[in-house]
């Protein structure tokens, strides 16, 4: 299932460095769904669900990566397009 992603949460909305905590979105009910960054790791990882970005017409799918320091975290597939897909989304404390 596809789910477009929203809103995120992380601790320090300013500091880019600053891990994503949760990410959330709209249901087709109108009611909204919020899980952490580890649950849509899971979800990506064993096909359950896909994310994706949408900003206007462009859309960017949302893959799991990893650091250098070798954690797991979710980002958008590059798509030459800034902001920063995921980043600038709104906060889901504001959605």
Request: hydrophobic share 35%.
């Amino acid at each position: 299932m596809a789910n477009r992603i929203d809103c995120i949460e992380k601790s320090d909305r300013k500091d880019p460095t600053t891990a994503i905590s949760h990410v959330g979105g709209l249901n087709a009910d109108g009611s909204r769904w919020r899980i952490s960054q580890q649950d849509a790791i899971h979800r990506i990882k064993t096909g359950q669900n896909h994310f994706y970005v949408q900003n206007g017409t462009k859309t960017a799918n949302v893959v799991v990566a990893v650091s250098r320091f070798g954690n797991e975290y979710i980002k958008t597939v590059a798509d030459d397009y800034e902001p920063n897909n995921l980043l600038s989304l709104t906060s889901c404390l504001l959605a």
